[in-house]
């Protein structure tokens, strides 16, 4: 089944059927760019496409050419589709406006275009992050972008591994599609995905173990520890790009986490986007039966305040992430 008719299956499931046409056409739009990024990736050493494009974007974070060239790509493609009235990007600072897709039923779609760039110029695997929620005719839209998880209508993310594959929720099950490189088509491999309710890895960037709170650091000692008959000590696989760590705790089960900096308690930072990367990852987890979780509250019924905020994510199999959550809570 090729994602085209998968998403008119989906379509007919959602409430609205404008909403539900616009969502298909958005979702298909992003896997054609998907299908585009894949061929550049694959070709970038030989086209001076690695490496810094100069300066930093609102996050803080040294901006990549491929982060510029994939967010001008997105933005144009999602521009053309008619269906979305407003981007939020991690490439610019304020949401892009598009009055192609503004309407009762226009849609905001909030992107990473290529996350995990740090993992680029060593051919290592980066991904597509993204969410679509209702505009509810609200002009500008951006702001639309800053409800609760929950009004997310669609998620889902691209990774550019050996194979490119997306996998997308519209709210009935997560699916997983990989991309035949011939035609850029992309076909349903994964239908379904159910997260075991407990693996034996975990995913963390262990360099920050003693910015954690003290719950974080008791869990990762805990999952460390020997003990046979709970299937401990678990493993550690990082990548360093999310997608590629949230996917395989989609398939294998386990917990990935990148928890908050609590050095200074009175301000704790985290590092990874709430609009663009935790709450779509976390409608696509609760999708396949995973648990998502600042530690402390449930992702999804976070409000955003800002564009870029940060927000703590462990997400995973639903035991992992309940049993990391009574470590923070004791
Ligand atoms: P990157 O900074 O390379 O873009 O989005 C941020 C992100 O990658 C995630 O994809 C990844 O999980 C995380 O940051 C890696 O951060 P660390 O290098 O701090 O481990």
């Not at 404008?18 to 990024?37: E, F, L, P, Y």
């Not at 503004?102 to 991904?127: F, H, R, W």
């Not at 379904?192 to 963390?204: A, E, F, H, L, M």
């Not at 998502?292 to 940060?310: C, F, N, P, V, W």
């Amino acid at each position: 089944m090729t994602l085209e008719e998968h998403l008119a299956g989906q379509q007919a499931r959602l409430a609205s059927s404008d909403q539900a046409r616009g969502m298909a056409v958005i979702v298909s739009r992003i896997a054609a760019v998907a299908a585009v990024i894949a061929q550049e990736l694959a070709h970038a050493a030989l086209r001076d496409q690695l490496g810094y494009a100069g300066g930093t974007n609102l996050t803080g974070d040294q901006v990549k050419k491929l982060d510029v060239w994939g967010h001008d790509i997105m933005a144009a493609a999602l521009r053309k589709s008619g269906a979305c009235a407003a981007l939020v990007s991690e490439e610019s600072p304020e949401p892009i406006e598009m009055h192609e897709g503004k309407g009762p039923n226009g849609l905001v779609v909030a992107c990473d275009p290529v996350d995990g760039s740090s993992n680029l110029d060593v051919n290592g695997t980066v991904g597509t992050i993204f969410s679509v929620r209702p505009s509810r005719g609200m002009d500008p839209s951006g702001p639309a972008a800053l409800g609760a998880g929950t009004e997310q209508i669609a998620a889902g993310y691209v990774m550019y591994g050996p194979a490119t594959t997306l996998v997308y929720t519209a709210g009935h099950g997560t699916h997983g599609f990989t991309m035949d490189h011939a035609t850029g088509q992309f076909l349903l491999t994964h239908p379904d995905i159910r997260i075991p309710k407990k693996g034996k890895t975990y995913g963390v960037n262990e360099g920050n173990f003693t910015t954690w709170h003290p719950g974080q650091r008791a869990y990762v000692e805990h999952l460390r520890t020997p003990d046979k008959a709970s299937g401990r000590p678990y493993s550690l696989r990082y990548s360093g790009a999310m997608v590629a760590d949230v996917h395989r705790t989609f398939l294998d089960g386990g917990i990935f986490m990148y928890p908050a900096d609590v050095s200074n308690p009175a301000k704790p930072k985290a590092k990874l986007r709430l609009l663009y990367e935790v709450a779509p990852m976390s409608m696509l987890a609760e999708q396949a039966g995973g648990r998502s979780s600042t530690g402390t509250e449930r992702i999804l019924d976070i409000k955003a305040s800002e564009y870029h905020q940060r927000v703590a994510i462990l997400i995973g199999s639903p035991d992992d992430v309940a049993l990391a959550e009574d470590f923070y809570r004791q």
